[in-house]
Protein backbone atom coordinates (compact mmCIF):
# COMPACT_ATOMS: atom_id res chain seq x y z
CA UNK A 1 0.00 0.00 0.00
CA UNK A 2 2.80 2.13 0.58
CA UNK A 3 4.37 1.63 -2.72
CA UNK A 4 1.74 2.35 -4.43
CA UNK A 5 0.57 5.97 -2.70
CA UNK A 6 4.34 6.63 -2.82
CA UNK A 7 4.32 5.79 -6.74
CA UNK A 8 1.12 7.65 -7.26
CA UNK A 9 2.67 10.73 -5.65
CA UNK A 10 5.43 10.49 -7.83
CA UNK A 11 3.33 10.60 -10.88
CA UNK A 12 1.32 13.71 -9.50
CA UNK A 13 4.90 15.17 -9.27
CA UNK A 14 6.67 17.82 -11.86
CA UNK A 15 9.74 16.18 -12.86
CA UNK A 16 12.04 18.79 -11.39
CA UNK A 17 9.99 17.63 -7.62
CA UNK A 18 10.67 14.06 -8.38
CA UNK A 19 14.37 14.89 -9.24
CA UNK A 20 14.72 16.28 -6.05
CA UNK A 21 13.48 13.80 -4.18
CA UNK A 22 15.59 11.25 -5.77
CA UNK A 23 18.84 12.93 -5.28
CA UNK A 24 17.84 13.25 -1.34
CA UNK A 25 17.29 9.81 -0.97
CA UNK A 26 20.57 8.87 -2.84
CA UNK A 27 22.41 11.66 -0.91
CA UNK A 28 20.75 10.21 2.38
CA UNK A 29 21.76 6.29 1.18
CA UNK A 30 25.10 7.60 0.45
CA UNK A 31 25.43 9.23 3.94
CA UNK A 32 23.97 5.93 5.68
CA UNK A 33 26.49 3.94 3.98
CA UNK A 34 29.61 6.63 4.82
CA UNK A 35 28.55 6.20 8.34
CA UNK A 36 28.84 2.78 8.02
CA UNK A 37 31.95 2.63 6.74
CA UNK A 38 33.27 5.05 9.20
CA UNK A 39 32.09 2.98 12.48
CA UNK A 40 33.65 -0.40 10.64
CA UNK A 41 36.81 1.29 10.42
CA UNK A 42 37.01 3.07 14.09
CA UNK A 43 35.14 -0.34 15.58
CA UNK A 44 38.45 -2.49 13.52
CA UNK A 45 41.10 0.57 14.52
CA UNK A 46 40.00 -0.05 18.26
CA UNK A 47 40.21 -3.88 18.30
CA UNK A 48 44.08 -3.59 16.16
CA UNK A 49 44.64 -1.38 19.28
CA UNK A 50 43.56 -3.57 21.59
CA UNK A 51 44.98 -6.55 19.85
CA UNK A 52 48.46 -4.70 19.90
CA UNK A 53 48.40 -3.85 23.51
CA UNK A 54 47.39 -7.60 24.74
CA UNK A 55 50.30 -8.74 22.53
CA UNK A 56 52.42 -6.49 24.50
CA UNK A 57 51.52 -7.55 28.12
CA UNK A 58 51.90 -10.91 27.03
CA UNK A 59 55.32 -10.45 26.09
CA UNK A 60 56.53 -8.29 28.68
CA UNK A 61 54.52 -9.96 31.39
CA UNK A 62 56.03 -13.70 30.33
CA UNK A 63 59.36 -12.11 30.09
CA UNK A 64 59.09 -11.09 33.39
CA UNK A 65 57.78 -13.86 34.85
CA UNK A 66 60.30 -16.38 33.07
CA UNK A 67 63.30 -14.04 34.82
CA UNK A 68 61.37 -14.40 38.53
CA UNK A 69 61.21 -18.14 38.17
CA UNK A 70 64.28 -18.56 37.42
CA UNK A 71 63.40 -20.23 33.73
CA UNK A 72 65.73 -18.12 31.77
CA UNK A 73 68.85 -16.04 33.76
CA UNK A 74 67.91 -12.35 34.34
CA UNK A 75 71.94 -12.06 34.42
CA UNK A 76 72.11 -12.71 30.02
CA UNK A 77 68.44 -11.19 29.15
CA UNK A 78 67.79 -8.85 31.64
CA UNK A 79 64.21 -8.32 32.78
CA UNK A 80 61.57 -5.51 31.90
CA UNK A 81 61.28 -3.74 35.73
CA UNK A 82 64.95 -3.43 35.64
CA UNK A 83 65.06 -2.14 31.60
CA UNK A 84 62.40 0.75 33.69
CA UNK A 85 64.70 0.92 36.80
CA UNK A 86 67.39 1.89 33.97
CA UNK A 87 65.37 4.33 31.87
CA UNK A 88 64.57 6.03 35.59
CA UNK A 89 67.95 6.19 36.15
CA UNK A 90 69.59 7.71 32.86
CA UNK A 91 67.01 10.29 32.37
CA UNK A 92 67.52 11.32 36.57
CA UNK A 93 70.91 11.17 36.51
CA UNK A 94 72.30 10.47 33.27
CA UNK A 95 74.62 8.39 31.66
CA UNK A 96 78.25 7.77 32.01
CA UNK A 97 79.27 10.56 28.76
CA UNK A 98 76.48 12.80 30.43
CA UNK A 99 72.79 13.52 30.09
CA UNK A 100 70.72 11.04 28.02
CA UNK A 101 69.05 13.87 26.28
CA UNK A 102 72.46 14.77 24.52
CA UNK A 103 73.01 11.14 24.23
CA UNK A 104 69.73 11.12 21.85
CA UNK A 105 70.13 14.53 20.34
CA UNK A 106 73.51 13.07 19.16
CA UNK A 107 72.37 10.42 17.47
CA UNK A 108 69.04 11.95 16.06
CA UNK A 109 71.01 14.43 14.46
CA UNK A 110 73.47 11.99 12.70
CA UNK A 111 70.83 10.48 12.17
CA UNK A 112 68.71 12.97 10.32
CA UNK A 113 71.22 14.25 8.58
CA UNK A 114 72.15 10.79 6.88
CA UNK A 115 67.95 10.86 6.07
CA UNK A 116 68.21 14.30 4.10
CA UNK A 117 71.61 13.58 2.58
CA UNK A 118 70.71 9.75 1.72
CA UNK A 119 67.09 10.84 0.72
CA UNK A 120 68.39 13.76 -1.77
CA UNK A 121 71.55 11.43 -3.22
CA UNK A 122 68.99 8.09 -3.92
CA UNK A 123 66.11 10.35 -5.40
CA UNK A 124 68.62 12.46 -8.05
CA UNK A 125 70.68 9.64 -8.79
CA UNK A 126 67.70 7.61 -9.32
CA UNK A 127 65.95 9.65 -11.28
CA UNK A 128 68.61 10.13 -13.82
CA UNK A 129 69.42 6.98 -14.17
CA UNK A 130 65.82 5.53 -14.52
CA UNK A 131 65.85 7.75 -17.55
CA UNK A 132 69.24 7.61 -18.78
CA UNK A 133 69.27 3.77 -19.79
CA UNK A 134 73.27 4.60 -21.29
CA UNK A 135 74.30 5.83 -17.49
CA UNK A 136 72.34 2.98 -15.71
CA UNK A 137 74.27 0.65 -17.71
CA UNK A 138 77.73 2.00 -16.93
CA UNK A 139 77.54 3.11 -13.48
CA UNK A 140 74.70 -0.12 -12.34
CA UNK A 141 77.74 -2.32 -11.65
CA UNK A 142 79.64 -0.13 -9.36
CA UNK A 143 76.30 0.95 -7.68
CA UNK A 144 75.95 -3.05 -7.16
CA UNK A 145 79.24 -3.61 -5.97
CA UNK A 146 79.19 -0.57 -3.37
CA UNK A 147 75.77 -2.44 -2.25
CA UNK A 148 77.54 -5.46 -1.73
CA UNK A 149 79.80 -3.89 0.23
CA UNK A 150 79.03 -5.24 4.14
CA UNK A 151 78.24 -1.75 6.05
CA UNK A 152 80.44 -2.52 8.56
CA UNK A 153 83.27 -2.59 6.33
CA UNK A 154 82.05 1.04 4.55
CA UNK A 155 82.26 2.33 8.08
CA UNK A 156 85.38 1.37 9.19
CA UNK A 157 86.71 2.71 6.14
CA UNK A 158 84.64 6.49 6.92
CA UNK A 159 86.50 6.89 9.95
CA UNK A 160 89.76 6.17 8.61
CA UNK A 161 89.12 9.27 6.28
CA UNK A 162 87.11 11.25 8.45
CA UNK A 163 87.87 10.18 12.37
CA UNK A 164 85.51 9.68 15.03
CA UNK A 165 83.61 13.01 14.96
CA UNK A 166 80.04 13.80 13.27
CA UNK A 167 80.80 13.14 9.64
CA UNK A 168 81.76 9.74 9.52
CA UNK A 169 78.46 8.46 11.09
CA UNK A 170 76.32 10.83 8.95
CA UNK A 171 78.07 9.05 5.97
CA UNK A 172 77.83 6.01 7.26
CA UNK A 173 73.60 6.61 7.62
CA UNK A 174 73.52 8.34 4.38
CA UNK A 175 75.21 5.47 2.41
CA UNK A 176 72.08 3.36 4.44
CA UNK A 177 69.60 5.32 3.26
CA UNK A 178 70.76 6.24 -0.50
CA UNK A 179 70.62 2.36 -1.42
CA UNK A 180 66.94 2.07 -0.40
CA UNK A 181 65.62 5.30 -1.85
CA UNK A 182 67.85 5.10 -4.95
CA UNK A 183 66.38 1.48 -6.04
CA UNK A 184 63.34 2.35 -5.41
CA UNK A 185 63.04 5.77 -7.36
CA UNK A 186 65.07 4.41 -10.27
CA UNK A 187 62.46 1.21 -10.29
CA UNK A 188 59.70 4.03 -9.81
CA UNK A 189 60.80 5.89 -12.41
CA UNK A 190 61.30 2.77 -14.80
CA UNK A 191 57.45 1.72 -14.05
CA UNK A 192 55.88 5.50 -15.75
CA UNK A 193 53.66 5.14 -18.13
CA UNK A 194 55.56 5.65 -21.37
CA UNK A 195 51.86 7.15 -23.45
CA UNK A 196 52.36 9.97 -20.63
CA UNK A 197 55.85 10.21 -21.57
CA UNK A 198 55.28 10.55 -25.30
CA UNK A 199 52.34 13.04 -24.63
CA UNK A 200 54.08 15.37 -22.83
CA UNK A 201 57.01 15.04 -25.87
CA UNK A 202 53.87 15.73 -28.80
CA UNK A 203 53.18 18.77 -27.08
CA UNK A 204 56.49 19.80 -26.71
CA UNK A 205 57.51 19.51 -23.50
CA UNK A 206 61.03 19.62 -22.36
CA UNK A 207 62.80 16.83 -20.57
CA UNK A 208 63.24 19.10 -17.60
CA UNK A 209 59.01 19.42 -18.29
CA UNK A 210 58.62 16.17 -18.53
CA UNK A 211 61.01 15.12 -15.76
CA UNK A 212 58.94 17.42 -13.11
CA UNK A 213 55.41 17.20 -14.18
CA UNK A 214 55.24 13.22 -15.76
CA UNK A 215 57.95 11.29 -13.95
CA UNK A 216 58.73 12.72 -10.56
CA UNK A 217 54.64 12.39 -9.91
CA UNK A 218 53.88 8.80 -11.19
CA UNK A 219 57.40 7.86 -9.08
CA UNK A 220 56.51 9.71 -6.43
CA UNK A 221 55.01 5.93 -4.80
CA UNK A 222 57.43 4.42 -4.67
CA UNK A 223 59.48 6.77 -3.42
CA UNK A 224 57.52 7.77 -0.38
CA UNK A 225 57.06 4.24 0.42
CA UNK A 226 61.39 4.20 0.69
CA UNK A 227 61.35 6.26 3.25
CA UNK A 228 59.26 4.49 5.45
CA UNK A 229 62.24 2.01 5.74
CA UNK A 230 64.89 4.37 4.94
CA UNK A 231 64.64 6.48 8.32
CA UNK A 232 65.09 3.22 10.15
CA UNK A 233 68.15 2.51 8.16
CA UNK A 234 69.29 5.98 9.07
CA UNK A 235 69.24 5.32 12.66
CA UNK A 236 70.68 2.32 12.03
CA UNK A 237 73.62 3.70 10.26
CA UNK A 238 73.99 6.27 13.07
CA UNK A 239 74.17 3.75 15.91
CA UNK A 240 76.71 1.27 13.80
CA UNK A 241 79.21 4.15 13.52
CA UNK A 242 78.93 5.21 17.29
CA UNK A 243 79.28 1.70 18.45
CA UNK A 244 82.62 1.62 15.98
CA UNK A 245 83.74 4.69 17.83
CA UNK A 246 82.19 7.59 19.30
CA UNK A 247 82.30 9.96 22.02
CA UNK A 248 78.47 10.76 22.90
CA UNK A 249 75.42 9.18 21.34
CA UNK A 250 73.50 6.25 22.17
CA UNK A 251 75.68 3.54 20.16
CA UNK A 252 78.22 4.39 22.74
CA UNK A 253 75.56 4.04 25.41
CA UNK A 254 74.58 0.55 24.41
CA UNK A 255 78.26 -0.44 24.15
CA UNK A 256 79.21 0.73 27.27
CA UNK A 257 76.45 -1.56 28.36
CA UNK A 258 77.69 -4.30 26.88
CA UNK A 259 81.27 -3.67 28.28
CA UNK A 260 79.84 -4.08 31.44
CA UNK A 261 77.64 -6.89 30.74
CA UNK A 262 74.22 -4.69 31.49
CA UNK A 263 71.81 -6.47 29.44
CA UNK A 264 68.78 -4.10 30.83
CA UNK A 265 71.17 -1.29 29.93
CA UNK A 266 71.05 -2.41 25.80
CA UNK A 267 67.28 -3.06 26.26
CA UNK A 268 66.62 0.36 27.61
CA UNK A 269 68.93 1.87 24.67
CA UNK A 270 66.88 -0.37 22.62
CA UNK A 271 63.36 0.93 23.92
CA UNK A 272 64.44 4.67 23.32
CA UNK A 273 65.53 3.67 19.48
CA UNK A 274 62.41 2.27 19.16
CA UNK A 275 60.33 5.14 20.85
CA UNK A 276 62.15 7.29 18.06
CA UNK A 277 61.48 4.88 15.41
CA UNK A 278 57.58 5.10 15.74
CA UNK A 279 57.36 9.12 16.16
CA UNK A 280 59.45 9.26 12.76
CA UNK A 281 57.11 6.74 10.94
CA UNK A 282 53.75 8.39 12.18
CA UNK A 283 55.28 12.05 10.75
CA UNK A 284 56.84 10.12 7.41
CA UNK A 285 53.17 8.83 6.81
CA UNK A 286 51.52 12.05 7.79
CA UNK A 287 53.71 13.68 5.31
CA UNK A 288 52.83 11.16 2.90
CA UNK A 289 49.23 11.59 3.49
CA UNK A 290 49.51 15.08 2.95
CA UNK A 291 52.01 14.95 0.06
CA UNK A 292 49.94 12.21 -1.75
CA UNK A 293 46.16 13.43 -1.36
CA UNK A 294 45.63 13.52 -5.09
CA UNK A 295 45.92 9.76 -5.23
CA UNK A 296 42.82 7.39 -4.27
CA UNK A 297 43.20 5.99 -0.76
CA UNK A 298 44.39 2.25 -0.41
CA UNK A 299 42.45 -0.58 0.57
CA UNK A 300 44.40 -0.36 3.72
CA UNK A 301 43.31 3.37 4.17
CA UNK A 302 40.35 2.52 3.67
CA UNK A 303 40.34 -0.04 6.27
CA UNK A 304 41.77 2.25 8.62
CA UNK A 305 45.29 1.25 9.18
Given amino acids: MNTTSESKEREMQTPDQVRSVLQSEIAADEATVKARALRQARNRKIKVNVGRALLGIFVVGGWQLFTQWKIIDPFFFGQPSGIVKQLGD???HGTSFGSIWTQIGVTMEEALLGFVYGVLGGVVLGVLLGQVRFLADVIGPYIKIVNAVPRIVLGSIFFVWL???TPAKVLLASVL???VVFFNAFQGVREVDQVFVNNARVLGASRLQITRHVVLPS??????ASLHVAFGFAVIGAIVGEFLGAQQGLGLVISDAQNHFNPNGVFAAMVIIGIIALTAESGISLLEKKLLAWRPPSSTEVAGL
Fill in 219 to 224: AFTWIT
Fill in 177 to 179: VFF
Fill in 163 to 165: GLG
Fill in 90 to 92: WFQ
